[in-house]
């Protein structure tokens, strides 16, 4: 089983592909935007029992890169999971649009890219698994992060869409959902009782992966919490303060 993995040095792609290591021995394609960081996630793997790990550098900015990560020759992978992406600043957001632009289509320009890049692979082929890590914040923008959110709702529209395209052709996508989690990207925020540790959320984004589920809340009680905020009246919602 090959695995390619767009944003390799998340530790929500880490730990994910850590459980494909111990448990399938699978092989990586590990691309990102340091070496240094791909190679050191690429020598844990092979110590949890992965297979060959290749890793390729790539700017998730340029759109002429969007297929480079695709093997020119041998077999293509069977599972692309795209996790890279960026918790923005939203006071720089609202004022510094060079910023809001280049943080609008790290977080869902370039996946679009990479995502047909792969939906266009696997047409091909005529099978394959695409994975797409969104976020609970995109269900209804916060006033603490709506610029993120909005960015996430956008990907959360298009993994649908695309979903019922791909299935036609037997194409699973996955859209691994996560709530708060506890990684370095939010170190600097207060640590409430809703994170979740990267290593429980790695296993639980595994095991959505094995089932081909279309989507998965990690964990899977932010569906609740989400069912609750997303029926809040907007008059109400407006006054609630996180």
Request: proline letters at 5%; one cysteine or more; glycine letters at 8%.
């Amino acid at each position: 089983m090959l695995i390619a993995i767009l944003g390799a040095t998340s530790a929500l792609a880490h730990h994910t592909a850590r459980e494909f290591a111990r448990r399938e021995r699978a092989s990586f394609l590990l691309v990102g935007r340091q070496r240094e960081r791909l190679e050191t996630v690429a020598a844990d793997l092979r110590a949890f029992g992965a297979g060959e790990c290749r890793c390729q550098t790539l700017d998730f900015s340029d759109p002429a890169a969007a297929s480079a990560w695709l093997p020119a020759d041998g077999p293509g992978p069977d599972l692309v999971l795209i996790a890279h992406g960026s918790l923005s600043d939203e006071a720089r957001a609202a004022s510094d649009p060079q910023y809001a632009t280049a943080e609008l289509d790290l977080n869902f320009g370039s996946t679009l890219r990479l995502a047909y890049a792969a939906a266009a692979d696997f047409e091909r082929r005529g099978a394959g698994h695409l994975a797409i890590v969104t976020s609970v914040a995109g269900e209804r923008g916060r006033a603490s992060n709506f610029f993120y959110g909005a960015a996430k709702a956008g990907l959360i529209a298009f993994c649908s869409g695309l979903r019922a395209r791909l299935s036609r052709r037997g194409i699973a996508l996955t859209e691994l959902r996560p709530g708060s989690l506890a990684t370095p990207m939010t170190a600097h925020l207060p640590q409430g009782a809703l994170f979740c540790p990267a290593e429980k959320a790695g296993r639980l984004c595994a095991a959505a992966l094995r089932r081909r589920a279309d989507i998965a809340w990690i964990p899977g009680w932010w569906r609740w919490i989400m069912l609750v905020i997303r029926w809040l009246p907007e008059r109400v919602f407006k006054q609630v303060k996180f």
